[in-house]
C-alpha cells in the first residue's frame, strides 16, 4: 500500500480513475496558468535560471516577503528532505496522525523522528502541554496547517506559542501550509513569525492551482536558512514549463482561490452532512479533505468495492494510531462528490 494518495497508476487504468486520494483543488487548473506553461514550452531548449530570480520575484510580491527570503524545490517533498539535511536538528517532532514525509525524510539521514498522539474522542485536537514538554533544544518541530489527514487547523495562539518555543529552545518550527490557501474559515499562517525568528513555512501550488504534475514547492525564511537548503537542493530544481506556469499563479492569485475556497467550503458542509446520515463519521476540518471512520466496512474492503465503480479513495490504516475503519476523500466538485455519495449509498 501507497504511503502518499493519487496512485491511479497502480489500478491499471489510471485516467478512467475518480480521485478522492488526493486533495488537489477541482477547479483548475487556470487556463491562464496553462497558457503561461505552453507558451514556456519555446525555452526548453535553454537550461532554467538557477538562481530562479523571476519566480522569487513573483511569489515575493504577491506573499509580500523578500525574494532572498524564497527557495524553491522539485515539490514539496523535496524540500523538506532538504531542510532536514540544512539544519540537521536533533529530533523530528510531529502530531501524529500527520504526513509521513516527514519521517521518511528523517529516518533517511538517520534522524530520530518522535510522534505526539492526538485522540480521536476529543478531534484530534493538538496536545500543546505534551510539545511543551517534548520539545529540546536542538529539535525541529513540524506543525502541518491544516494537519494531513485530520484536517485540523492549528489556532494562531497555537502556532505563537510555538514560535515562542523554537525560539526559547533554540529549536525551529516548520509550518506545513501547503493546503492553507484552500481553508475555510481561513487557518493561520506563520508567514509573518519568520522575520527574526526560527520559522519556516513550506507551501507549494500542488493543490492550490492544480498542478502535481509539475512538482512545485517553496520555502519561506530568514535568507540565511534559504541559502543553506539551496546548498542541499540540485541546481535546477525547476523547469522552465513548471516555473512559467507557478509565475502566472502567482501574479493572478486571486480572484481563483478566493472563489475556489468558497465552492469548496460549501461542497464539504454538504459532504459531511451526507455522510453523517449514512452512518459514517467525518471529523470537524477546514480543509479541502476530510478524514471519515467507518462504523461498518473496514477501508480495504470499501476502496475495493469503490474501485468496482472506478472511484479510489484514500486508506488511512498505514497513519500511525489510525486504523482501517479510517479513510480520507478530497472534496471535489459537486457532480463528483455526487458520485461518491451514491457509490457510498449502494455498497
Known amino acids: 500500500m501507497s504511503l502518499h494518495g493519487g496512485n491511479v497508476y497502480d489500478y491499471g487504468f489510471p485516467n478512467g480513475i475518480l480521485d478522492f486520494s488526493s486533495n488537489i483543488n477541482p477547479y483548475g487548473p487556470p487556463a491562464y496558468a496553462l497558457a503561461a506553461a505552453n507558451e514556456a514550452l519555446g525555452a526548453i531548449a ?16 504577491w506573499l509580500g516577503v523578500a525574494p532572498d527570503s524564497l527557495a524553491f524545490g522539485n515539490g514539496a517533498s523535496e524540500l523538506i528532505a532538504a531542510i532536514f539535511a540544512a539544519l540537521r536538528p536533533r529530533r523530528i517532532l510531529a502530531v501524529s496522525p500527520t504526513f509521513a514525509e516527514y519521517a521518511i525524510c528523517a529516518e533517511r539521514l538517520c534522524i530520530d523522528a518522535v510522534g505526539l498522539a492526538t485522540d480521536e474522542n476529543d478531534g484530534f485536537a493538538f496536545p500543546m502541554e505534551r510539545v511543551e514538554a517534548v520539545f529540546s533544544s536542538g529539535d525541529l518541530l513540524v506543525a502541518c496547517q491544516p494537519n494531513n489527514p485530520t484536517g485540523r487547523a492549528w489556532s494562531r495562539d497555537e502556532l505563537e ?20 490557501n484552500l481553508t475555510e474559515p481561513a487557518a493561520a499562517s506563520c508567514l509573518g513569525m519568520i522575520p527574526g525568528g526560527r520559522v519556516l513555512v513550506l507551501r507549494a501550488i500542488t493543490k492550490d492551482f492544480s498542478a502535481p504534475g509539475l512538482r512545485i514547492g517553496f520555502l519561506v525564511a530568514e535568507p540565511s536558512v534559504i541559502s543553506s537548503v539551496r546548498r542541499e537542493l540540485q541546481p535546477w530544481p525547476l523547469n522552465c514549463v513548471g516555473e512559467a506556469f507557478a509565475i502566472a499563479c502567482a501574479r493572478n492569485a486571486e480572484p481563483f482561490l478566493t472563489e475556489s475556497r468558497e465552492k469548496i467550503s460549501h461542497e464539504r458542509a454538504r459532504l459531511v452532512g451526507e455522510l453523517r446520515k449514512m452512518g459514517y463519521r467525518p471529523f470537524p476540518a477546514v480543509a479541502n479533505y476530510l478524514l471519515v471512520k467507518s462504523p461498518r466496512m473496514r477501508g480495504a474492503e470499501m476502496q475495493s468495492r469503490l474501485l468496482e465503480r472506478g472511484i479510489l479513495v484514500r486508506r488511512c490504516d498505514n497513519f500511525p494510531s489510525l486504523d482501517d475503519s479510517f479513510f480520507r476523500i478530497a472534496v471535489r466538485s459537486k457532480a463528483d462528490n455526487d458520485k461518491l455519495l451514491f457509490a457510498l449509498a449502494a455498497i
Do not use: N, V
Request: charged share 35%.
Open 46 to 61: 535553454k537550461y532554467p535560471d538557477a538562481k530562479q530570480t523571476k519566480i522569487r520575484e513573483a511569489f515575493g510580491q
Open 161 to 180: 506559542a510555538l514560535s515562542r518555543l523554537a525560539e526559547a529552545r533554540r529549536g525551529w518550527l516548520m509550518a506545513d501550509e501547503c493546503f492553507i
